[in-house]
Each structure stands twice: as C-alpha cells, then as structure tokens.
C-alpha cells in the first residue's frame, strides 16, 4: 500500500529495525518493519505538532497495546 507517514522513532528489535509513525491512512499509529518497506520517497512538508500525534502520544499507544488495553 501506499501511505503517508510521519516518523516518529527507530528501533533495533531482534535485529529488525521498526519505524513507529502516525499513519495518515490510518489516522493512527503503525510500527512498520524497515526491511518490508519497497520504496520510500521524502516529501517536503513539515511534521505538524499536533495533539495526540507526538511521540509521547506514541509511546502511550504502544504502553497500551502492550497492557492489552
């Protein structure tokens, strides 16, 4: 698919690197796996600051998911 994403965090796991991102499609939180990702172009827009988009807003999402809330 093709998706809008606004980067918010790299992580090493498991030697697997993950870009955890608000997924415009979605309008949400996705964690996508580098090695998965085909193509990938760099727009020339800005990361708005918005509310319930931040990277602590993510790690929330992720505390969350990781509970079973």
């Not at 690197?17 to 085909?38: H, K, P, Q, S, T």
């Not at 988009?53 to 809330?69: A, I, M, P, V, W």
């Amino acid at each position: 698919s093709q998706r809008t994403l606004w980067p918010l965090g790299l992580q090493l796991y498991r030697a697997i690197w993950m870009l955890g991102a608000w997924c415009e499609l979605r309008n949400d939180f996705r964690v996508f796996r580098l090695d998965r990702i085909a193509q990938m172009f760099v727009l020339n827009e800005e990361f708005p600051q918005e509310r319930g988009k931040t990277h602590d807003d993510f790690l929330r999402y992720l505390e969350r998911q990781n509970s079973g809330c």
